[in-house]
């Protein structure tokens, strides 16, 4: 069987400077993946990279077999038309720092919009589905408010619904409890953990360590554009094999 | 001969009509043209290549750099020279709506470019193609943006109508001219173009305020 999502040697730059050298990731249906490490270590940007956010100048990504962005042909490496990569991109659900909620529409109207636009539903099927996914992440009550009448909290798992009613094969979360005051963060990780028991396959990056050592099945350490070192959460916390992974963690909450 | 200031406003009632008519249609076809070009102005400006934007750069700057009335008399004067010959009225209708477009197109820069960046990745993310993105997502908060300061460009170019006297054609303020010469009013006829000008501007401002309020997003 097909891995989910095969990363193999990814590389990317900014200008001259590379913040992925290298980086090789299998990860099968249903995993849950956490990805821990300082900043500027290229977890983000390896996040990004999976739906073509960031251009990537060097190896393959592939979900389902299918190779995300770029197509080569004759030795000859290129960029995919711009409709391709679109519906590429719709193979993945993201969920970002910001939440990016689109702010001139109703909770609804937001997760709606990729239905009806890309999936090409009537506006009648995305309603039933944006109901029963904001009822998921408890907000159904609040469906016709907009983005600038919720809570950072309430955004957030908004736009998770957003995400996830589009039917990804994979969610991607960019630090998604960041930019969340302490006491709205636990909302937000509970619903993730709910898509986590539902057999979500996930890939997370997060500074919540006792986040990713609950939910993750596997934890990967990014460190340098590398990943340093990758296993089960249990071993990874409790016993780090590489000094760096030591040390990062010592300098970062497990509460 | 003891005529009132109402008795000659009566009598040059038809004249000042026409010119208010002029005027009106100066500024209407002068914020339409120069919006649409504006738009496209805007759009070239944030999303052309390199070149386009350079050339569209250099025609914004030169045009917003240069005095309207300046643009007037040239597309009146000079344009004539190189064989395109258009009337008073084409003429300035002419300079006015590529001076409304280069201001529009600024309007139209600033806004798309103060959208954040997450706006465009999350539709990206969702699967939106660029025109989908812009059509649903980045165009409406874009319009939302520019609409007070659009408003503004619209008054302007009702102001800037007045200008077009100068090469001739008989819009309110010519008309205004031509009636206090015979009647000497110069204070009341002034006064009275004045405010008519004002009652436009104000309708004007009125109405964008009410479309802020019906387009406003909750918060």
Request: net charge positive; aromatic share 8%; glycine share 10%.
């Amino acid at each position: 069987m097909t891995n989910l999502l095969e990363i193999r040697d990814l590389h990317k730059r900014y200008g001259t400077v590379e913040v992925l050298k290298g980086v090789d990731c299998s990860m099968r249906q249903g995993e849950v993946i956490s990805i821990i490490g300082s900043s500027g270590s290229g977890k983000t940007t390896m996040l990004r990279c999976i739906n073509m956010l960031e251009e990537f100048q060097g190896g393959t990504i592939a979900i389902d077999g299918q190779e995300i962005g770029y197509e080569t042909a004759g030795g000859a490496r290129r960029r995919k038309p711009e409709r391709e990569i679109a519906r590429q991109r719709a193979l993945t659900g993201m969920a970002f720092q910001q939440f990016n909620l689109f702010p001139h529409m109703t909770a609804a109207a937001n997760v709606m919009l990729g239905l009806v636009k890309v999936k090409k539903m009537s506006r009648d099927e995305a309603m039933v589905l944006a109901e029963k996914w904001l009822d998921r992440v408890g907000l159904l009550s609040r469906k016709d408010h907009y983005p600038g009448q919720l809570s950072g909290g309430q955004q957030q798992r908004v736009a998770i619904a957003r995400a996830i009613a589009m039917n990804p094969k994979l969610m991607l979360f960019d630090e998604v409890t960041s930019a969340l005051d302490p006491e709205l963060v636990n909302e937000v990780l509970q619903v993730i953990k709910g898509l986590a028991e539902d057999g979500m396959s996930m890939l997370i990056v997060t500074h919540e360590m006792r986040f990713a050592y609950e939910v993750s099945s596997r934890v990967i350490f990014m460190n340098q554009g590398r990943i340093g070192e990758e296993g089960d959460p249990r071993e990874m916390f409790l016993k780090p094999k590489t000094e760096r992974l030591a040390e990062f963690l010592k300098t970062s909450t497990f509460n | 001969m003891d005529f009132s200031f109402l008795d000659q406003l009566w009598l040059a009632r038809i004249p000042l009509l026409k010119g208010l008519g002029v005027s009106v249609s100066i500024s209407l076809l002068s914020i339409v043209v120069g919006t649409v070009l504006g738009v496209f102005v805007g759009l070239a400006l944030v999303y052309g290549l390199r070149p386009v934007k350079w050339i569209v750069r250099g025609y914004t700057d030169f045009i917003r750099g240069t005095p309207v009335l300046v643009l007037v008399l040239a597309s009146y004067y000079v344009l004539s020279t190189i064989g395109i010959d258009l009337g008073p009225f084409q003429a300035g209708v002419l300079a006015l709506a590529v001076f409304c477009s280069s201001h529009v197109g600024e309007l139209v820069r600033g806004a798309l470019q103060s959208i954040p960046k997450g706006q465009t990745e999350a539709a990206k993310a969702i699967g939106l193609t660029f025109a989908q993105t812009f059509a649903y997502v980045l165009g409406p908060q874009a319009l939302r943006q520019a609409l007070p300061a659009w408003v503004n460009t619209a008054a302007e170019m009702v102001k800037a109508s007045t200008l077009l006297s100068i090469i001739g054609v008989s819009e309110l303020l010519l008309r205004t001219q031509e009636v206090i010469s015979r009647t000497f009013m110069s204070l009341e006829f002034y006064f009275f173009a004045g405010f008519l000008y004002f009652v436009i501007n104000y309708g004007i401002e009125r109405f964008g305020r009410y479309v802020e309020r019906k387009t406003a997003v909750p918060s």
